[in-house]
């Protein structure tokens, strides 16, 4: 059974930093390609961040403030989040994808990050 397991949200101010953790089980982590995405009230879910390997990607929204990375050896994916706007309000999604040969694709349940002064 896959479980991708978020953690991390929460509230913070503008300026401020949070630290979001998905923990993966069920799945060969170090061939899935690790993304965060998110959606807010009324909005489409969009990606903010994917890595694939060690290479990371970035929405421009977000590049120079959140980083991604991953830790194959303990099957977890996290993205740090600085310099938080109003804008990055949203319930953030951890996922995986796996190669085009598997077909897979699993979602995390969400956590929601509340930036707010």
């Known amino acids: 059974q896959v479980q991708l397991v978020e953690s991390g949200g929460g509230l913070v101010q503008p300026g401020g930093s949070l630290r979001l953790s998905c923990a993966a089980s069920g799945i060969i982590f170090s061939i899935y390609t690790m993304a965060w995405y998110r959606q807010a009230p009324g909005k489409q879910r969009e990606l903010v961040a994917g890595i694939t390997g060690g290479r990371p990607n970035y929405a421009d929204s977000v590049k120079g403030r959140f980083t991604i990375s991953r830790d194959n050896a303990k099957n977890t994916v996290s993205l740090q989040m600085n310099s938080l706007k109003l804008e990055d309000t949203a319930v953030y999604y951890c996922?995986?994808?796996?190669?085009?040969?598997?077909?897979?694709?699993?979602w995390g349940q969400g956590t929601q990050v509340t930036v707010s002064s």
């Open positions: 996922n995986a994808r796996g190669p085009n040969f598997l077909g897979s694709n699993y």
